[in-house]
């Protein structure tokens, strides 16, 4: 995938795959093909949420501490999935942690410059926020579910 340009691989990429490609050209200029092997932390809660990525292979494992626990897994995200949405919502702090599960190859993209391409074209603007909103409430149900399982069963990972 990685050879491929950032718009073409915006382009297959299930999140963005039916967007005009006017918007998606201007989006592909705030990203690039990135690689991160397995074990590598992107982020931990609180960071700051400056970058996002689209998953073109590989798999991020969303997480979060928990006193006395350590890290414990929320989601598994695979390919055609989005990590991150805190980049979109002030004060753009992480509000999970994520560590690269297996192999990764992802586009990323620079949070600032995507937030101006919002601020800039309020159509683009709309699509784009309904999309990461759709992101964010998936990411809610799957935090509600994993904190079911871990009263339920306290000794689980998820699959």
Known sequence: MSSLSVFDQ???HDFAADLPAEWLHRWALHGRPVFHAGQVRLFRAGDAANRFWLINSGAVALDFAVPGRGDIVVE???QGSVVGWSWLVAP???????VVAEDLHAIEFDAAKVRELIADDPQLGRDLNARFLAVL???LHAARARLAELYAYPDTEPG
């Open 76 to 78: 598994r995200l695979r």
């Open 10 to 12: 915006l382009a297959m």
């Open 92 to 98: 753009y702090r992480w509000r999970f942690g994520a």
């Open 137 to 139: 409430a998936d990411r």
